[in-house]
């Protein structure tokens, strides 16, 4: 009989809709995590990442044990081992050259009471240094805090009574998801949705109207709205007069522009800055919802600072259903106190958008040691080559994580994280004003800890232990005393989300927290600092959050071969760049490949992209971006960013034109494919097996890759297109256009070579040890590959090498592994192209006997075997697909 129970919780992952979730748990393992229908605000709603995040917590790339570098390779430790080499290094670092050469980087990833907590023992620890600003919402809260005085935005629950929202970069389908059934109850009131994003949003579908500014155009936008109200005499007189500061030197500002300058600025249709004003003034209460896309200028304040003083003057300010609203203090529910930033004196801090110069800046002390949690800087700050730079003059980073992303490749410590859903915790948002329950659904994964038991045992190793070594209970009551003061209790707060005690309805009497307890105008404007395009660098990189993911929460099998980068159909035509072609970007700092899509209804002035990329996907475009931080808030202005976008010139290797047969579906190309296409290589593949064609010769080809597959390669008959790829295999060499076999593809390279292809009578599978021969550590492709990692088997047939083989890789087992024939042709019996997915696949194919003709093989492994293979799984697939870019790289310059 199985055993089911749901769990109520809470997603607390880098996203503002923190929805109470409930978890489903079979036999002690997660089958299902969907939207709780009892929480007041999300309401049983859950976004597309709420039911992947189950295969994430399960998935065959998780690091699910402590590991430790040795001569460069990860190998599995127990805790003990690694707390023990974590406190050692700290006291080395501490003692010989202070706390400050230890860098705490705290990133937003998760946001729990707990893990707040962190802090608390690094304070304990004597105080380290720690990071400031922010490379998301800082700029925004700054900027607010000039006109407001304090950054309060609407309880979600108060747009109800909005007649119009205005979403100004806000992109609620993508990443805001209670909001969508918000706007559209506004519309089915006869209310109206407009959404003003330089990019067309999936957001869109909501919004009565799209108006696209140029990037860090808002300011002029807002303002030749704001001309408009004032001009048709629709101002609130009464809040302007009685409850603002500053007015007269905002309408001076606005006297200096006439509507048409400001539209030009922006980059709108005076006919669209009518339609923003004419909503505003017909529809009210409005409220205008800013998201982060805002934030990332360098003068992002001008911008925002004028959607509140368009709010203002529409009188939408302090009123039920209106309202400038961004984000919440997802801190607030929190004794702050307990973080014990008081214990030293105030200790160094870098600027975290410039974090890469800063690290390498840093002077007496040096950043010797790096700890990071819940980031990923490698691949989400910008200037990746300054981070890279900076992490690597480090001499010891640990990093305490779920996946091997860009920067656990710095780290010498891998600390495996659980996932929310095997903690206790308790979340607040930066979206609502709800704190709730993070519940253990399921135990941890592997040998998986919290984030706080790692900093519980570290603790013990050091004199400050009683101070922090409470239960995660004894802690969330302490931490949350502000929620029990305004009538939570720690049970209840165990079942269901407790509300805060925030206004709906911010400064609804009128009254500002500012020095002068009114609404204050921004009094400063300077034009000349919103840059107007370059033509060398004509578009601005719009690095966005993508609709599937949270940040660079994936996996290196989750990544396309290339990341894809959206420009407006008519730029791509009149630029002569074809859709779905890679095409070089190009920023001051670096160069990127990327897949062009050419996209109808794009501005012809933006580059858009998905951000969050590993860079050792090929994604990572962060190598593009500007470090520096914005004038208020300290932000990162991302957005900043110009770049070119130019085809992809056919020398050397970029451009080559490859020909890919593959045999089957589940032997697809894997790391070997995306590798070639990562090095800007046009992939044409065959299916010869599902009826599609060979071409007669290599003519249009620069290169050849044969797939494996569970064919064997001596029976024609029962693949009678394999007469023809032999040829085709030998044309292709003839003319001194490489090959590539691999597994059944190198059987049957032997094969048109004169080999002879045999079946073994057993089966060599998995990971398996090899050993490269003298000729093999001399060869041009193999040898500056080299060492070789173990490499994963899965075959029943071998082959003799042919006449004038060279055998470049030896195995125990099955002796011919990898070998050069020919001009230019390569076999690889082993899957060096293998990624996580297909590896686990063939594995769980394997075990479940899911291979008929493989089934009599399957006892010669026991559960143990493949428990083991599990565990060594990430390593093992991280160690072979680093092995398989070089060997692409090495292979694809003899083309
Ligand atoms: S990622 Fe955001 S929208 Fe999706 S479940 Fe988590 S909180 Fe909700």
């Not at 993508?546 to 994936?554: D, M, N, Q, T, W």
């Not at 593009?624 to 976008?645: C, F, H, I, K």
């Not at 075990?847 to 089934?855: D, F, L, N, S, V």
Request: aromatic share 8%; hydrophobic share 40%; with cysteine.
């Amino acid at each position: 009989m199985s055993d089911i129970k749901t769990v109520i919780t809470t997603c607390t992952r880098d996203c503002p809709n923190a929805c109470g979730l409930v978890a489903t748990v079979r036999n002690g393992r997660l089958t299902g995590l969907a939207g709780n229908p009892a929480h007041p605000l999300t309401r049983g709603v859950a976004c597309v990442k709420a039911a992947r995040y189950v295969k994430r917590v399960y998935g065959p790339e998780r690091i699910t044990h402590p590991m430790i570098r040795v001569h460069g390779r990860w190998v599995r430790t127990g805790w003990d081992e690694a707390l023990d080499l974590v406190a050692e290094r700290l006291k080395k670092y501490a003692s010989e050259s202070g706390t400050e050469s230890i860098l705490y980087y705290q990133g937003y990833g998760e946001r729990t009471a707990l893990k707040l907590l962190n802090k608390y023992f690094f304070n304990l620890f004597g105080g380290v240094t720690t990071l400031r600003g922010s490379l998301c919402g800082g700029t925004g809260q700054a900027s607010q805090n000039l006109d407001l005085g304090e950054r309060i935005s609407h309880d979600p629950l108060d747009h109800y009574h909005s007649q119009a929202m205005i979403l100004w970069a806000r992109n609620p389908v993508s990443t805001n998801i209670s909001l969508t059934a918000i706007a559209r109850d506004i519309r089915k009131r006869g209310g109206t949705v407009l959404l003003i994003d330089p990019m067309r949003s999936k957001s869109a579908v909501l919004a009565d109207h799209h108006i696209a500014p140029r990037p860090g155009g808002d300011v002029f936008l807002a303002m030749a709205a704001a001309k408009l109200v004032l001009a048709a005499g629709a101002e609130d007189r009464e809040f302007l007069a009685r409850h603002a500061v500053g007015l007269e030197a905002y309408l001076e500002i606005l006297a200096g522009f006439s509507v048409d300058d400001l539209c030009r600025r922006a980059g709108v249709s005076r006919g669209e800055a009518e339609l923003l004003a004419e909503t505003l003034m017909a529809k009210k209460p409005a409220s205008i919802l800013l998201g982060w896309g805002l934030h990332r200028h360098e003068y992002a304040h001008y911008g925002i600072r004028a959607i509140d003083a368009l709010g203002a003057i529409c009188g939408n300010l302090g009123v039920p259903g209106g309202g400038v609203s961004q984000g919440f203090e997802e801190y607030g529910p929190y004794d702050q106190t307990l973080w014990g930033d008081g214990l030293n004196p105030p200790r160094r801090t870098l600027l975290l958008p410039v974090i890469g110069q800063e690290i390498l800046a840093a002077k007496d002390p040096a950043i010797r040691m790096i700890y990071v949690t819940a980031a990923n800087p490698l691949c989400m700050a910008p200037n990746t080559a300054a981070v890279a730079a900076a992490f690597r003059k480090a001499e010891f980073v640990v990093y305490s994580g779920h996946y091997m992303d860009d920067t656990s490749d710095f780290a010498h410590v891998f600390l495996p994280a659980t996932t929310f859903l095997e903690e206790t915790d308790v979340m607040a948002s930066y979206g609502h004003n709800y704190v709730g329950p993070v519940n253990p659904a399921i135990a941890p994964v592997g040998e998986c800890k919290s984030e706080f038991r790692m900093f519980y045992e570290l603790a013990a190793r050091f004199p400050f232990a009683a101070d922090f070594r409470k239960s995660e209970e004894a802690w969330l009551s302490e931490l949350c005393a502000p929620v029990w003061e305004q009538g939570g209790d720690p049970d209840t707060l165990r079942k269901e989300a407790f509300r805060l005690n925030a206004p709906m309805v911010p400064y609804a009497d009128k009254v500002f927290p500012t020095p002068s307890g009114k609404f204050q105008f921004m009094t400063a404007f300077d034009p000349s600092r919103i840059p107007e395009p370059d033509p060398a660098y004509p578009y601005r990189l719009l690095t966005i959050a993508p609709h599937g993911y949270i940040c660079s929460e994936r996996t290196m099998a989750d990544h396309e071969p290339l990341p894809v980068v959206r420009l407006a159909a008519s730029e791509a035509a009149r630029r002569g760049l074809a859709d779905g072609r890679p095409v070089v970007v190009k920023s001051l700092l670096g160069e990127a490949l990327a897949t062009l899509r050419a996209e109808e209804g794009l501005r012809p002035d933006i580059l858009v992209a998905d951000r969050g990329g590993w860079t050792k996907a090929g994604h990572g475009l962060n190598r593009l971006t500007r470090d520096m931080a914005s004038r208020v808030g300290n932000g990162t202005p991302y957005y900043e960013t110009a770049v070119t976008v130019n085809p992809v010139l056919s020398d050397v290797s970029m451009g080559r034109r490859i020909l890919v047969v593959q045999h089957s579906d589940r032997a697809p190309g894997g790391d070997f494919v995306k590798g070639l296409a990562r090095l800007g290589a046009i992939l044409t593949t065959v299916q010869p097996a599902k009826g599609q064609g060979l071409p007669p010769s290599p003519e249009g080809f620069d290169a050849l890759v044969v797939l494996g597959g569970p064919q064997h390669a001596y029976d024609d008959a029962a693949s009678p297109h394999f007469p023809a790829l032999l040829a085709l295999m030998r044309a292709f060499d003839a003319e001194n256009r490489p090959v590539a076999g691999i597994c059944l593809g190198a059987q049957l390279l032997a094969r048109a070579h004169g080999g002879r292809p045999w079946p073994m009578g057993r089966l060599e599978f998995g990971f398996t040890p090899l050993e490269a021969t003298a000729e093999g550590e001399a060869d041009p492709v193999l040898g500056p590959a080299l060492p070789l990692p173990r490499l994963m088997e899965f075959h029943e047939d071998s082959f003799d090498l042919p006449p004038g083989a060279v055998a470049l890789v030896a195995g125990q087992d099955c002796p011919n592994q990898c070998f050069r024939v020919g001009a230019a042709s390569y076999g690889f019996q082993f899957h060096l192209e293998v990624d996580s997915v297909i590896a686990s696949n063939w594995i769980t194919l394997f075990r479940q006997g899911g291979i008929e003709t493989y089934a009599p093989y399957r006892e010669a492994y026991d559960e143990t075997y493949f428990a083991g293979l599990a565990a060594d799984l990430p390593v093992l697939v991280a160690e072979s697909q680093e092995f398989c870019r070089r060997v692409v790289r090495n292979w694809l310059a003899l083309a």
